[in-house]
C-alpha cells in the first residue's frame, strides 16, 4: 500500500491521506487528526496504536510517532508487568490445577442465515475455466438427455 497526503492543516494538525493499494487502480481517502488521536479507519480509536496513515502523516511531517503509543506499550511497563509480580509465567500443563468450571457450547452464539455460507475467497482464473467447463458439460448432457427423451 502507498499513503499519500492531500491536504495538511498545521493548525488544526489534521491531514487527508489517500491509500492506493498496489497493482490496483482503487484509492481510498482517510483524514488523520493528530491532535484528537484518530483516524476514519477507526484502527487508532479501537486498539490505541496509531494506524499506519498516522503513521504516513508524522512521517511525512516529522512528527515523533512515538508520543502517540501508549505508555502501557512501552517496553519498560512490558518488563514492569512481571517484575513486579503481577504475573507469572504458566508451568507446564501436567503442573495446572484442576478447573472448577465447566466449558459448555452455547449453540445460539452462532448466528446461521439461511443458504450457502460466503466465502471471501477471490475467484481467479483456474476457477473460470472450471465453471466454464461445467456448464459446457451440463449444456452436452442436457441436449443428450432430451434427445434420449424424444425417442
Not at 28 to 37: A, G, K
Not at 46 to 66: E, K, Y
Not at 85 to 100: I, K, Q, T, Y
Request: charged share 25%; with cysteine.
Amino acid at each position: 500500500m502507498k499513503h499519500t497526503m492531500d491536504i495538511y492543516n498545521h493548525s488544526r494538525r489534521t491531514a487527508n491521506v489517500t491509500t492506493r493499494v498496489q497493482g490496483t487502480t482503487s484509492s481510498r481517502t482517510f483524514r488523520v487528526l493528530l491532535s484528537e488521536r484518530a483516524c476514519d479507519c477507526g484502527q487508532w480509536k479501537l486498539n490505541g496504536i496509531p494506524c499506519s496513515h498516522a503513521l504516513a502523516v508524522c512521517r511525512q511531517f516529522v512528527v515523533d510517532s512515538t508520543g502517540f503509543v501508549p505508555e502501557c506499550y512501552s517496553t519498560i511497563e512490558y518488563a514492569l508487568t512481571y517484575t513486579l509480580g503481577f504475573f507469572a509465567p504458566l508451568a507446564d500443563v501436567e503442573e495446572w490445577g484442576e478447573s472448577n468450571f465447566q466449558l459448555r457450547h452455547n449453540p445460539d452464539h452462532r448466528i446461521r442465515r439461511r443458504g450457502r455460507d460466503v466465502t471471501s475467497r477471490i475467484d481467479n482464473e483456474m476457477d473460470w475455466a472450471q465453471t466454464r467447463a461445467r456448464k459446457q458439460y451440463q449444456a452436452q448432457d442436457g441436449a443428450g438427455a432430451e434427445s434420449a427423451s424424444r425417442r
